[in-house]
């Protein structure tokens, strides 16, 4: 990163210094390095960043396939994406993997230069084919969660939520029994599987809000989206248990 910016700092300077009136347009952080056989990038402003400089924020997490999973050789993505809470601008952007990392960030970098909002970002006609990657982008799929949250189509959650549970929440896992394990379940929670959640609302209480998750995010907004429909206070784990995991993991 630093490179660049030296060889774009250097060149404007030169041009200046031979009558040209150039400005350099800000620094976005854009940077990947790899670990091992991972891929770890970013763009823009992190969370800590933002928080430091009081900046008002909102992100959500993603977790897909590098291309269409039916397709062999796929490997899973794990994308953040910051933006405005009031206009959708995007902040900043940080993602891992084993493949087709560069490219998300790289595109989310061009796209926050450019002044691309969230809502853009599910617009975006990104190529497709199955050894490269899927007809719904990591980066599409970003884009269309965060708009959903701006829309007020879903209202999310976060793992410190689940964390510091209040008396008035209650924790509901919709993924099946098959996915439960001593270890991936979480205290306190409901399990009640999303096919079988329409059948068993009167299980869960009407006075208190209810903390959605299943194991990314999908399923959950799904249950969110029903029990809206039935009058229950919902929020849904951004990223789900998987994002869950991570940030309660011990080294």
């Known amino acids: 990163m630093l490179v660049v910016h030296l060889q774009q700092q ?9 009558g040209g009136n150039k400005q350099y347009r ?20 992190n969370e800590k960043s933002l928080l430091r400089q009081a900046i008002p924020y909102e992100k959500i997490y993603v977790h897909t396939a590098s291309h269409a999973s039916y397709y062999p050789g796929a490997h899973p993505i794990t994308l953040k994406l910051l933006f405005c809470p009031d206009n959708g ?11 087709g990392v560069d490219k998300r960030i790289d595109v989310l970098a061009v796209a926050q230069r450019a002044g691309l909002t969230v ?3 599910a617009d975006l006609e990104l190529t497709y084919a199955p050894p490269f990657g899927s007809a719904r982008d990591v980066v599409n799929q ?3 969660v965060a708009a959903n949250v701006l829309l007020g189509d879903e209202a999310i959650c976060h793992s410190q939520d689940l964390n510091n549970l209040t008396a008035e929440q209650v924790i509901v896992d919709v993924r099946n029994p098959s996915e439960l394990t ?5 205290a306190g929670a409901i399990n009640i599987p999303l096919p079988a959640l329409r059948d068993r ?23 969110y989206r029903m029990l809206v429909q039935h009058g229950f206070k919902v929020r849904n784990l951004s990223g789900g248990y998987k994002t869950y995991q991570m940030v309660n993991a011990h080294f």
């Open 119 to 121: 809502y853009d970002l």
């Open 26 to 45: 800000a620094t976005q952080g854009t940077a990947i390095c790899k670990l091992f056989d991972i891929a770890i990038a970013s763009t823009g402003l």
């Open 182 to 186: 001593p270890v991936s379940a979480i």
């Open 89 to 99: 601008r995007i902040l900043g952007a940080q993602a891992a993997g084993l493949d």
């Open 201 to 223: 609302l009167n299980e869960l209480p009407k006075d208190k809000e209810l903390l959605v998750f299943c194991q990314v995010g999908l399923r959950g907004h799904i249950a």
């Open 142 to 144: 970003a884009g269309m």
């Open 10 to 18: 250097g060149r404007l300077a030169a041009d200046n210094m031979l």
